[in-house]
T-cell receptor, first 114, second 113 residues
Framework: EPEVTQTPSHQVTQMGQEVILRCVPISNHLYFYWYRQILGQKVEFLVSFYNNEISEKSEIFDDQFSVERPDGSNFTLKIRSTKLEDSAMYFC????????????FGNGTRLTVT | DQQVKQNSPSLSVQEGRISILNCDYTNSMFDYFLWYKKYPAEGPTFLISISSIKDKNEDGRFTVFLNKSAKHLSLHIVPSQPGDSAVYFCAARVLDSNYQLIWGAGTKLIIKP
């Protein structure tokens, strides 16, 4: 069964550095998402992306965050200047958008900001 | 802001019995509810969903019930199997949104042999 893949599985970075988290959504899916889960807290919506633009974003997704679909397969989340509180599991998800089709999630990237 | 609540952090059930996981919500504008299962070091895996216009959806061992008047839904797993041990998340979709999901905190289900 096709799956969403995320790389790297674990990223350690220093505060203030830029990080790029990478995702390859399922190939025939059209809608892409980033969610995150801070340790011990709930999963939170960050952003949705369709037709090469952001369709929705949460208040967490501020100017430090950006998303891009640089080619036909990758979907990236960039954090420009990481903060300690950005440490979390970041999950990429995709869906075909057909009625009743759920989100399919990747296994996540654990981001640790030191 | 706890729009979706799973009040039981954990639940222990004997193998072969029924597991019932509960979820409450406060926002009447949710149009779709989903249950996801999550193993450690993996992403959430979709289990079953229900539209707000229905009150029951069944898929094999999994049944989701929705009580709109009580703003309550539950996931029933019958019979429970050892592989069902995982964290179960209830999530609700904001009406007319593009899968902007609001998540519960999760319930850790432990199936005892």
């Amino acid at each position: 069964e096709p799956e969403v893949t995320q790389t790297p599985s674990h990223q350690v970075t220093q505060m203030g550095q830029e990080v790029i988290l990478r995702c390859v959504p399922i190939s025939n899916h059209l809608y892409f998402y980033w969610y995150r889960q801070i340790l011990g807290q709930k999963v939170e919506f960050l952003v949705s992306f369709y037709n090469n633009e952001i369709s929705e974003k949460s208040e967490i997704f501020d100017d430090q965050f950006s998303v891009e679909r640089p080619d036909g397969s990758n979907f990236t989340l960039k954090i420009r200047s990481t903060k300690l509180e950005d440490s979390a599991m970041y999950f990429c998800a995709s869906t075909s958008g057909r009625v009743g089709s759920p989100l399919h999630f990747g296994n996540g990237t654990r981001l640790t900001v030191t | 802001d706890q729009q979706v609540k799973q009040n039981s952090p954990s639940l222990s059930v004997q193998e072969g019995r029924i597991s019932i996981l509960n979820c409450d919500y406060t926002n009447s504008m949710f149009d779709y509810f989903l249950w996801y299962k999550k193993y450690p070091a993996e992403g959430p895996t979709f289990l079953i969903s229900i539209s707000s216009i229905k009150d029951k959806n069944e898929d094999g061992r999994f049944t989701v019930f929705l009580n709109k008047s009580a703003k309550h839904l539950s996931l029933h797993i019958v019979p429970s199997q050892p592989g069902d041990s995982a964290v179960y998340f209830c999530a609700a979709r904001v009406l007319d949104s593009n899968y902007q999901l609001i998540w519960g905190a999760g319930t850790k289900l432990i199936i005892k042999p």
